[in-house]
C-alpha cells in the first residue's frame, strides 16, 4: 500500500509540474530560434576568396647600413680597455 501511494504521488508530482506555458520553456524556445537564425546566416555567407585567411604582410624593417657610423653615448656604461681608444665596440642585449 505504501508503494502504490509513493508511486502516485511522484506521478502526480511528475505530471503536475509539466506545464508547457512556463517562462523557461519560452526562454528555451527563444533561445533555439536564435542559433537557427545564425546557423542560417552562417550557411549564406559569401566564400571567402584566395588569401582571405591570411595575415596581412608586415612592414619590413629597415636594415641597419654597414658603411654608416652610428654614435653611441656610453659615458655611464661600464667598459674594459683605454678610455681614450680610437674604436669602441658596444655590445647590447635586449631581454625579451
Do not use: H, W
Request: glycine residues 6%; positive net charge; aromatic residues 6%.
Amino acid at each position: 500500500m505504501k508503494r502504490t501511494g509513493l508511486f502516485l504521488l511522484s506521478a502526480v508530482a511528475v505530471f503536475g509540474c509539466q506545464r508547457d506555458d512556463s517562462p523557461l520553456r519560452k526562454e528555451i524556445a527563444d533561445l533555439k530560434a536564435g542559433q537557427d537564425k545564425i546557423l542560417d546566416a552562417l550557411k549564406n555567407m559569401p566564400a571567402p576568396g584566395p588569401g582571405a585567411n591570411r595575415a596581412p604582410e608586415r612592414p619590413q624593417r629597415p636594415t641597419p647600413q654597414p658603411n654608416s657610423v652610428y654614435s653611441v653615448d656610453i659615458s655611464n656604461s661600464p667598459y674594459i680597455g683605454a678610455k681614450d681608444a680610437k674604436v669602441t665596440i658596444v655590445e647590447a642585449f635586449e631581454f625579451a
